[in-house]
């Protein structure tokens, strides 16, 4: 069965980091793009950071400078860092991934998501 695992949420100040990761795990032939998305409390949820499988990045514009998207495709992971945190990144934030987990097209799949608090 293949799924997707975060870790690395927490609570922090503002001002402060933290290092999200996602692994792939299970019968996996190939991993396309990778993202990261996040929902706050009573907003739906908007798409953070993704990156391609040959590392082509995009962010949303509220986290350009602050936040970085990797992947190590070796180890079917991606990892999201997250400095100079506010509290409006405050939320749940979930890993997605486009997988071809047998022949034919990708599946989406995503991970359980992972708390990230930041305190004022």
């Known amino acids: 069965q293949v799924q997707l695992a975060e870790s690395g949420g927490g609570l922090v100040q503002a001002g402060g980091s933290l290092r999200l990761s996602c692994a792939a795990s299970g019968r996996i032939f190939s991993i396309g793009d990778m993202a ?3 929902q706050a409390p009573g907003k739906q949820r908007e798409l953070v950071a993704s990156i ?7 962010y ?3 986290v350009k400078g602050r936040f970085t998207i990797s992947r190590d495709n070796a180890k079917n992971t991606t ?3 997250m400095d100079s945190l506010k509290p409006e990144d405050t939320g ?3 890993c997605a991934a486009n997988m071809w987990a047998s022949l034919g097209p990708p599946s989406t799949y995503w991970g359980q998501g992972t708390q990230v608090t930041v305190s004022s």
Not at 52 to 58: E, L
Request: zero cysteines; aromatic letters at 22%; proline letters at 0%.
């Open 92 to 94: 749940v934030y979930y």
């Open 52 to 58: 391609t499988r040959g590392g082509s990045r995009n």
């Open 36 to 38: 990261w998305h996040r």
């Open 60 to 62: 949303v514009d509220s």
């Open 79 to 81: 990892y999201l860092q």
